[in-house]
């Protein structure tokens, strides 16, 4: 996967990370971090598409509320709509 793509899926999951947390739930930053664990500053790294995060931040993510497959489902379709296939090499 090339550098630009990687990119690409790290800001469309910092954008269904703030979907959920904004629009779903209306909460802040602060909040969800004590709800996940996971610290407000990395939040908001991850939804600026800053840093994707790790299998163990998506599980705490996952825990506190956050529907990831949805997410992933609409990466995926923004990617397609792109054109971009993350299931080539």
């Known amino acids: 996967?090339?550098?630009?793509?990687?990119?690409?899926?790290?800001e469309l999951f910092g954008k269904e990370l703030r979907k959920n947390r904004v629009i779903e739930r209306d909460i802040t930053q602060e909040k969800?971090?004590?709800i996940s664990?996971?610290?407000?500053?990395?939040?908001?790294?991850?939804?600026?598409?800053?840093?994707?995060?790790?299998?163990?931040?998506l599980l705490r993510l996952y825990k506190a509320g956050m529907d990831i497959n949805r997410a992933f489902?609409?990466?995926i379709e923004e990617l397609n709509a792109m054109g971009i296939d993350i299931g080539k090499e």
């Open 1 to 10: 996967m090339e550098k630009d793509e990687l990119k690409v899926i790290s």
């Open 32 to 34: 969800f971090a004590r």
């Open 37 to 57: 664990g996971v610290g407000p500053e990395h939040i908001g790294e991850i939804e600026r598409g800053i840093k994707l995060p790790r299998i163990e931040t």
């Open 73 to 75: 489902d609409h990466m």
